[in-house]
C-alpha cells in the first residue's frame, strides 16, 4: 500500500510517517511548510534509513491533488493538514474555515475521484462541550468555543455525511488529546513558529533560554493544585495509533471515532515539575487571570481504543518531558537554527 500523509511534515504527522516507514508501509507527503521545515525529510530519513516522497503543495489546490493521485497507486490518506492555533483561528476565522474545511473537502472530493475512499482524520478533544464530564468518551457531548474547534467538528460532519450517502468509504476519526514530547532521538520534535500556543513548547523554551518565563492562566480551578488538567499523550505513542487505525481500518465498521489519550490528567504545575527534573533547568512561571473557553480539567475515557485498535500509551509524563527536553536542547531554535 502507498499512503498519502497531508501534513506529514508536521509535528504528528512527521512521528507518524517514521512510524509507518518503520513498518515498511510506503508514503508520499503532501505539505506546503506553512507551519514546517523541509529539513525534517532529512530528519526522517536519518531516523529510518528511507526518505518519503513529497509533494509541495496545498490541499486547496484540486489539479494538484489529482495529479498526486494519478500518479502515485495511493490507498488510503491520513490528513493532518490543516491550521490548528486556538487564538489565530479567533483572530482569522475566515482563513481557518477556509484551509480546514474547503482543504477538507476538496481532498475528499479528489479522493472520490480517484476511487480511494479511505481516511483516518486527525481530529482534537477540543470538540467536546465545556458542560460534558471528565472522562470524555465517544458519545460526549460536543460543543465549540472557537473557530478551530468548530472546524474540527464540521468536518467530522461532513465526514459522517459522506459515509452515510456513500458506504464504501472507511473513515476512522481521531481525537487526540494533547500530544507533547518528541522522537527520542531528539531529531524531530515540535516547532512552533512565533510565540507557542500550547504549554510545553512553551516551558521547553523557557527551560532553553528563548523566553524568560512561563504563563499559567489560571490557579483557582477545582483541581489539586488548581490549575488546568490535561491528558498528555506521547506523539510517538499518537503516532503508533494512527498506525493501529490504518491496520484495523478493514476490521472496523465504516466510520468510528476513537480518542486517543492516556485516560489520566496532569496540571499544568505538574508538568512544569516533570519539565524541571528533566531538564536539570528552572522554568519559572507567572499566574495570570484563566482564558476564556479553558476547562478546569480534559481527560479521556481510552477503553473504545484499546478495544478497536489494541492501543494503550506507553510513554509516561516523565517520558514526555524527557523527550521533549532532548529535543529542544539539541535544537533551541528548533529546525532553522541561526547562523
Do not use: C, H, T, Y
Given at each position: 500500500?502507498?499512503?498519502?500523509?497531508t501534513g506529514g511534515a508536521g509535528f504528528i504527522g512527521s512521528h507518524t510517517c517514521v512510524e509507518l516507514l518503520k513498518r515498511n508501509i510506503?508514503?508520499?507527503i503532501l505539505d506546503n511548510f506553512y507551519n514546517a521545515s523541509p529539513k525534517v525529510l532529512d530528519r526522517i530519513e536519518t531516523i529510518t534509513g528511507k526518505r518519503p516522497a513529497l509533494c509541495v503543495g496545498d490541499i486547496?489546490?484540486?489539479?494538484?491533488?489529482?495529479t498526486v493521485f494519478a500518479e502515485n497507486d495511493i490507498s488510503a490518506v491520513i490528513h493532518f493538514a490543516g491550521l490548528k492555533a486556538v487564538g489565530e483561528s479567533v483572530e482569522k476565522p475566515l482563513l481557518y474555515y477556509g484551509v480546514n474545511i474547503e482543504g477538507t473537502v476538496k481532498l475528499l472530493s479528489a479522493m472520490d475521484r480517484a476511487g480511494v475512499r479511505k481516511i483516518i482524520f486527525s481530529s482534537s478533544a477540543s470538540v467536546y462541550s465545556d458542560e460534558a464530564a471528565c472522562p470524555f468518551s465517544e458519545d460526549s457531548l460536543t460543543g465549540c468555543t472557537n473557530p478551530y474547534s468548530w472546524t474540527k467538528w464540521m468536518i467530522e460532519q461532513i465526514l459522517t455525511d459522506l459515509h452515510r450517502a456513500d458506504d464504501r468509504w472507511k473513515i476512522v476519526i481521531l481525537r487526540y488529546f494533547n500530544p507533547i514530547g518528541a522522537h527520542p532521538s531528539g531529531l524531530i520534535g515540535e516547532d512552533p513558529k512565533g510565540i507557542p500556543n500550547n504549554l510545553l513548547p512553551y516551558v521547553a523554551q523557557v527551560a532553553v533560554g528563548r523566553r524568560e518565563k512561563l504563563g499559567?492562566?489560571?490557579n483557582d480551578y477545582p483541581t489539586p493544585d488548581g490549575t488546568g488538567v490535561r491528558d498528555y499523550i506521547h506523539v510517538c505513542d499518537l503516532a503508533r495509533g494512527h498506525v493501529l487505525a490504518l491496520e484495523k481500518m478493514e476490521e472496523l465498521p465504516g466510520l468510528e471515532i476513537i480518542n486517543l489519550g492516556t485516560g489520566k490528567g496532569s496540571s499544568v504545575l505538574e508538568v512544569v515539575s516533570a519539565f524541571e527534573k528533566a531538564?536539570?533547568?528552572p522554568v519559572p512561571y507567572e499566574i495570570k487571570p484563566r482564558r476564556a473557553g479553558d476547562k478546569p480539567e480534559c481527560y479521556c475515557d481510552p477503553e473504545k481504543a484499546?478495544?478497536?485498535l489494541g492501543f494503550e500509551t506507553e510513554y509516561s509524563l516523565e517520558d514526555m518531558c524527557?523527550?521533549?527536553?532532548?529535543?529542544?536542547?539539541?535544537?533551541?531554535?528548533g529546525y532553522e537554527q541561526p547562523e
Open positions: 500500500m502507498q499512503i498519502l500523509v510506503d508514503l508520499i486547496r489546490d484540486e489539479a494538484l491533488l489529482d499559567v492562566f489560571g531538564s536539570g533547568k484499546k478495544r478497536l524527557r523527550d521533549s527536553w532532548n529535543w529542544q536542547s539539541k535544537n533551541p531554535f
